[in-house]
């Protein structure tokens, strides 16, 4: 059974870094694109970041861009997901996601495995 499980989510003023983890379990996560996605209360699941297998190619939704930075562990199955300059507008829960894909999709829809979700709450 695949199991996907974050951490590393809590509680941060404006400007503060938070990095969360995203351990995958059950399987080998070969050929497998890893995401992160967040979803506000009231707003529907948006996409924040993918990266490839190989770590070769990621992608960032432009209010992230410059300012959050995913990574992976193959060896490990762990993806991390280093938050910066965090905003209040980032506050949120973040779930970790997963499909095997050549390349990075944005849909949630298109991803198979979520996490539970981990919440981000960020003040002014």
């Known amino acids: 059974q695949v199991q996907l499980g974050e951490s590393g989510g809590g509680l941060g003023q404006a400007g503060d870094s938070l990095r969360l983890s995203c351990a995958a379990s059950?399987?080998?996560?070969?050929?497998?694109?890893m995401a992160w996605f967040r979803q506000a209360p009231g707003k529907e699941r948006e996409f924040v970041t993918a990266i490839t297998w190989s770590g070769g190619k990621t992608y960032y939704t432009d209010s992230v861009k410059g300012r959050f930075t995913i990574s992976r562990d193959n060896a490990e199955n762990t993806v991390y997901l280093q938050m910066n300059s965090l905003k209040p507008e980032d506050t949120a829960v973040y779930y970790c996601?997963?499909?095997?894909?050549?390349?990075?999709?944005?849909?949630?829809?298109?991803?198979?495995?979520w996490g539970q979700g981990t919440q981000v709450t960020v003040s002014s």
């Open positions: 059950g399987r080998t996560f070969r050929g497998y694109v």
């Open positions: 996601a997963a499909v095997r894909m050549l390349r990075i999709t944005t849909s949630p829809r298109s991803y198979d495995y």
